[in-house]
């Protein structure tokens, strides 16, 4: 089996993927690991034929250590090196992403970056699309050769390509026990030639033989990072029994083609056709897996394996939400089980502004709205009414042809302008459809579902021819708070 994929016609990377997120949690305490004593560590991978190196701009000094590598070994310029950028939400601008992206290459000590994976804390707010533009611009100007997500949901992946954004691949937690990215997300991938880079395979160490019949452990503030974030996963996919008996079917698969655990757990992964590679951490230095990963390439899983497998997937309840979803919405799947270690605050989207009688409104800075004199959204006591919205940004139609596309960044939109003026989306009680086809209304009102599957108001759909060119839905929307209720 080829140990490489095209993640791209100009990249080649490893199928195993090395992580070095976990170099953040070793410098956690204060003590910056010595680059170039760390780096040497990051031989061996290359050496067995796994030259990619997964990163991020807060992985602790992961960008240094590996730019060390690649500039000072002898092995280094064999190497991928893939890294995130992960700004803070809240308003931006291109001068600041660029000066993000020339921090990381400086760190690389490269003049282009293999892959740039980005990363929004809030859709709501629409700096993220903006701040994926100008990644896009400076990747023509050569910084970056390729665009990449990560934990981005398949609705916000459908509307980053729907728009032209050249993206190639969306970095997701994927593994026997979370299984979110097979469904809709990898539909997505597969309509518009991206590939899932899966991180979590091995749930932090969890998936493997050393948890095989061990009891419960209580790891909430005594483990690693990796173990405190995904033995939430394991909570939420139904408890420790079930993923005994997981672990226990997988043994089973491992033991007949005498490999361990973590390898059918990742080789599981691996085989599946909207998959371009798997992350496995590594602490450098510390432990190193390199013959035990090299195992993946020595067999194959058959049909009755995979049968066995999704027998005992079967028991376990589903993560909940979609990919990334654990970093934006309840349950946090976190190692803190918040964001407090991420964040300090999302801004509102919108500024508020004070209205005509007692009325506050927010405004969305589309053409449309100071030409024909209205707000994007008003609130008055605890009434708030968002006009008819198209996917309109600044100057930008958004999500192309893709109704599905066009129809999530209309409810990003109205989201964006409930919450600025205290409100969220499940106080909307009444939300109405114009589709200016009517052929596309089943992808409108599905994308309409699921946003609204928890929430259900009252809906209205029906087809009208709408102003400007290109436009394929508009919705408007009605919300009341509760608890807010005048006498």
């Known amino acids: ?18 992580g070095l997120w976990q170099i953040a949690d070793m410098e956690k305490d204060g003590n910056i690991l010595d680059p170039n004593a760390t780096s040497l560590a990051m031989a061996p991978y290359v050496e067995a034929g796994l030259t990619t190196f997964d990163m991020a701009d807060h992985y602790g000094s992961a960008e240094i250590i590996s730019g060390t590598f690649y500039n000072q070994h002898p092995q280094g310029k064999r190497a991928q090196l893939l890294t995130k950028w992960v700004p803070k939400p809240g308003k931006s601008s291109k001068q600041e992403t660029r000066e993000a992206i020339q921090l990381s290459l400086d760190r690389l000590q490269v003049e282009k970056i293999d892959l740039l994976q980005f990363h929004a804390w809030s859709y709501p707010d629409p700096t993220w699309l903006d701040q994926l533009f100008w990644l896009s611009e400076l990747k023509k100007e050569g910084l970056i050769k390729h665009i990449g997500l990560t934990n981005f949901d398949a609705a916000h992946l459908r509307i980053v390509c729907a728009s032209g ?8 937690c994927h593994s026997l026990i979370d299984q979110r990215a097979s469904g809709e997300m ?16 091995l749930a932090g160490g969890f998936l493997s033989n050393k948890w095989l019949g061990k009891t419960e452990p209580s790891i909430q503030n005594g483990g690693t990072w990796s173990q405190m974030k995904y033995k939430r ?24 083609h005498q490999v361990s655990i973590a390898n059918v757990a990742t080789k599981f992964i691996m085989d599946q056709d909207y998959i371009g590679g798997v992350i496995i951490g590594a602490r450098l230095g510390q432990s190193i897996h390199i013959e035990d990963t090299k195992q993946l390439f020595t067999f194959e899983l058959d049909d009755v394996d995979k049968s066995v497998i999704h027998n005992a997937q079967s028991q376990l309840s589903p993560i909940p939400g979609d990919c990334g979803d654990e970093y934006r919405k309840p349950p946090f799947l976190t190692a803190s089980g918040d964001l407090s270690h991420h964040l300090e605050e999302l801004p509102k989207p919108f500024e508020i502004n004070e ?35 198209t996917a309109t940004h600044g100057n930008l139609m958004i999500g192309g042809k893709d109704a599905a596309a066009q129809t999530h960044f209309v409810l990003d939109k ?38 609204f599957a928890h929430i259900q108001p009252a809906n209205t759909l029906v087809e009208a021819k709408l102003v400007g060119e290109g436009y394929l ?3 408007e929307a009605d919300a009341e708070i509760l608890g807010e209720m005048e006498d």
């Open 233 to 256: 996963f394991i909570d939420a996919a139904g408890g420790w029994d079930k993923f005994q008996y997981l672990l226990e079917t997988v043994d089973k698969v491992a033991k007949k």
């Open 414 to 451: 109205i989201e964006a302008a409930i919450i600025s003026l205290g409100g969220k989306m499940e106080d909307v009680i009444r939300t109405r459809i114009f589709v200016n086809n009517i052929k596309d209304w089943e992808a409108v009102a599905r994308a309409h579902g699921q946003r």
């Open 473 to 475: 839905v508009e919705i």
């Open 1 to 18: 089996m080829d140990l490489y994929t095209d993640l791209a016609p100009d990249l080649k990377i490893s199928k195993v993927l090395t």
């Open 186 to 201: 990898a539909q997505v991938c597969k309509e518009y030639g991206v590939k899932v880079l899966a991180f979590g395979t």
């Open 355 to 389: 209205g005509a009688n007692g009325s506050l409104q927010v405004f969305s800075g589309t053409v449309w709205e100071g030409m024909a004199g209205y707000s994007r959204g008003t609130r008055r006591g605890n009434r708030i009414s968002v006009s008819g919205t």
């Open 165 to 172: 954004i050249p993206v190639v691949s969306n970095q997701v």
